[in-house]
């Protein structure tokens, strides 16, 4: 079946730091691949998407690409702010599975001024 | 254009209540999910509609019921509610498959249950 595996966290960062989170997945086909964002008290909103490989999804700085060699789609930024305090979550939305999404377990980050 | 609306925000309720989630979406779109999220468990899905009409178990269905009412509204039911339903429950919406769509999925804001 199809799963997600992201880093652990919590992270934790200083204004302006370089930011790597992990997402590795399994599954059948040719997934779609995703980054949502949750910010404290609110639902998930989609940060960027890469639909297939070596695409690079990008939004507000955060960048991710479609690694199928290696079944990654690692989140990058180079230089984090304190309003990026969020947790993210990395999911798959696999070709022969169309409606669902599979989520990772997400990962807190917090970045101090 | 709200996007996707769930009421409550926020419900109390004793073991053995029950109540309704309510969700709508105003994106025309096919296919309606009901999550849960929990401290370090991420999203599980409870039930999905991939379409008008038709409903499917996911991930945890067990405990709860759900109803497509129209394209817009798909609502999840806890009968009898247990302390282990306690969790913030999101609905989403996406377009549904088909050729060219990718199936991103849009949340609503969370319903917040505690069950005493």
């Known amino acids: 079946g199809n799963s997600v595996t992201q880093m652990e966290g919590p992270v934790t960062l200083s204004e302006e730091a370089f930011l790597t989170i992990n997402c590795t997945y399994t599954?059948?086909?040719?997934?779609?691949l995703f980054w949502y964002v949750q910010y404290p008290g609110e639902g998930l909103q989609l940060l960027l998407k890469?639909?297939?490989?070596?695409d690079k999804g990008s939004n507000k700085g955060f960048e991710a690409t479609y690694r199928k060699e290696t079944t990654s789609f690692h989140l990058e930024k180079g230089s984090v702010q304190v309003s990026d305090s969020a947790v993210y979550f990395c999911?798959?939305?696999?070709?022969?599975?169309?409606?669902?999404?599979?989520f990772g377990k997400g990962t807190l980050l917090t970045v101090n001024p | 254009n709200a996007g996707v609306t769930q009421t409550p925000k926020f419900q109390v309720l004793k073991t053995g209540q029950s109540m309704t989630l309510q969700c709508a979406q105003d994106?025309?779109?096919?296919?309606m999910y009901w999550y849960r999220q929990d401290p370090g468990m991420g999203l599980r899905l409870i039930y999905y509609s991939a379409s008008e009409g038709t409903t499917d178990k996911g991930e945890v269905p067990n405990g709860y019921n759900v109803s497509r009412l129209n394209k817009r509204e798909f609502s999840l039911r806890l009968e009898s509610a247990a302390p282990s339903q306690t969790s913030v429950y999101f609905c989403?919406?996406?377009?549904?498959?088909?050729?060219?769509?990718?199936?991103?999925?849009?949340f609503g804001p969370g319903t917040r249950l505690t069950v005493l």
């Open positions: 994106m025309n779109h096919n296919s």
């Open positions: 999911a798959l939305n696999s070709g022969g599975s169309n409606y669902k999404l599979t």
């Open positions: 989403a919406s996406s377009e549904g498959s088909g050729a060219g769509r990718v199936n991103e999925q849009f």
């Open positions: 599954a059948t086909g040719y997934p779609s």
């Open positions: 890469a639909t297939k490989a070596d």
